[in-house]
């Protein structure tokens, strides 16, 4: 048999999970690249690990211990493992079996920090969302923070519309500059937002049905700047830090993270992968938007 050059000399765990990708359309093109970029670095841990033989068909509970007491070991943020472990979790499933890899609360990895990091993010504050009287509101300020949503953007979205299994697609019609986007689905916890959204608007936006736009956004700003969440486009700054380093496994610039200057052969395409995606995500049309996000 013939390989291609790419993966001549691949040890056999990074040739199965190679292999297991091919010909799979499950997510879009940048969900499936991230996931094949993490799935590689999984099989680097494991065999650094002391797992050198394994093969994918036969990832048992321990491998995946193993794998969280690494992410620990190397201090990732809760985020970034959140996203690992959906990746991890397809991969479980691809091999039949799915059961092996418990809840992420089970492993200890948790929710985000809300304390500032000295960025310009804003992690929406609980206590204080919890103040916004008006439920669609609510939930339009989580939607903004789970997918980087503008104001406008999520207080239009439709999720009986916008909902697309495995992304999410913001209208034209509602985002700025006429530019629709897909935004992908990789947690657990977007998935359960949305399906809570789809409860809340039914074939509607997170707009009731006895106020307009231009009604629904005063109650928004009226709302969110008596319970101090007034400051929103930090929700976007959130989601592109957190993103950035969910993609390239270390932190953004403005973060603490390397410079982009000091980034040398495949690190600096993978900051350069990353910031096209994140760019994409957050519907911008030029990749040096992202330098006010990630720095």
Same mark, same amino acid.
């Given at each position: 048999?013939?390989?291609?050059?790419?993966?001549? $000399?691949?040890?056999?765990?990074? /040739?199965?999970?190679?292999?297991?990708? +091919?010909?799979?359309?499950?997510?879009?093109?940048?969900?499936?690249?991230?996931?094949?970029?993490?799935?590689?670095?999984?099989?680097?841990?494991?065999?650094? =690990?002391? /797992?050198?033989?394994?093969?994918?068909?036969?990832?048992?509970?321990?491998?995946?211990?193993?794998?969280?007491?690494?992410?620990?070991?190397? $201090?990732?943020?809760?985020?970034?493992?959140?996203? =690992?472990?959906?990746?991890?979790?397809?991969?479980?499933?691809?091999?039949?079996?799915?059961?092996?890899?418990?809840?992420?609360?089970?492993?200890?990895?948790?929710?985000?920090?809300?304390?500032?990091?000295?960025?310009?993010?804003?992690?929406?504050?609980?206590?204080?969302?919890?103040?916004?009287?008006?439920?669609?509101?609510?939930?339009?300020?989580?939607? +903004?923070?789970?997918?980087?949503?503008?104001?406008?953007?999520?207080?239009?979205?439709?999720?009986?519309?916008?909902?697309?299994?495995?992304?999410?697609?913001?209208?034209?019609?509602?985002?700025?500059?006429?530019?629709?986007?897909?935004?992908?689905?990789?947690?657990?916890? +977007?998935?359960?937002?949305?399906?809570?959204?789809?409860?809340?608007?039914?074939?509607?936006?997170?707009?009731? =049905?006895?106020?307009?736009?231009?009604?629904?956004?005063?109650?928004?700003?009226?709302?969110?700047?008596?319970?101090?969440?007034?400051?929103?486009?930090?929700?976007?700054?959130? /989601?592109?830090?957190?993103?950035?380093?969910?993609?390239?496994?270390?932190?953004?610039?403005?973060? $603490?993270?390397?410079? =982009?200057?000091?980034?040398?052969?495949?690190?600096?395409?993978?900051?350069?992968?990353?910031?096209?995606?994140?760019? $994409?995500?957050?519907?911008?049309?030029?990749?040096?938007?992202?330098?006010? /996000?990630?720095?």
């Amino acid at each position: 048999m013939h390989f291609p050059l790419a993966v001549r $000399g691949m040890r056999k765990l990074n /040739y199965d999970l190679w292999q297991l990708q +091919q010909g799979r359309r499950d997510g879009s093109h940048g969900t499936r690249r991230e996931r094949s970029y993490a799935l590689a670095q999984m099989a680097n841990t494991l065999h650094e =690990r002391g /797992y050198a033989g394994l093969r994918a068909r036969n990832l048992k509970g321990r491998h995946v211990e193993a794998l969280v007491r690494d992410w620990f070991d190397r $201090g990732l943020a809760d985020a970034t493992m959140m996203n =690992r472990m959906a990746h991890l979790r397809w991969w479980a499933k691809e091999v039949g079996k799915p059961n092996i890899v418990r809840t992420n609360a089970e492993y200890g990895i948790g929710k985000r920090s809300h304390v500032s990091d000295g960025t310009k993010r804003r992690d929406l504050d609980l206590e204080k969302l919890a103040l916004v009287k008006d439920e669609h509101v609510r939930m339009a300020l989580r939607l +903004q923070a789970a997918f980087g949503l503008r104001r406008e953007e999520a207080i239009k979205f439709r999720p009986s519309w916008a909902d697309r299994g495995d992304r999410i697609v913001v209208k034209a019609s509602t985002a700025k500059g006429g530019r629709a986007r897909d935004v992908p689905i990789l947690k657990d916890e +977007q998935r359960a937002l949305l399906d809570e959204a789809r409860r809340l608007a039914g074939g509607g936006a997170m707009i009731p =049905r006895h106020r307009n736009y231009a009604e629904q956004r005063k109650v928004y700003e009226d709302q969110t700047r008596k319970a101090g969440l007034d400051r929103n486009h930090g929700l976007r700054h959130a /989601y592109a830090i957190d993103r950035y380093e969910d993609i390239t496994g270390w932190k953004a610039p403005a973060a $603490g993270g390397p410079p =982009r200057d000091g980034l040398k052969g495949a690190r600096r395409r993978m900051d350069t992968a990353a910031r096209i995606q994140i760019s $994409g995500e957050l519907g911008h049309g030029r990749l040096d938007v992202c330098r006010a /996000y990630l720095a």
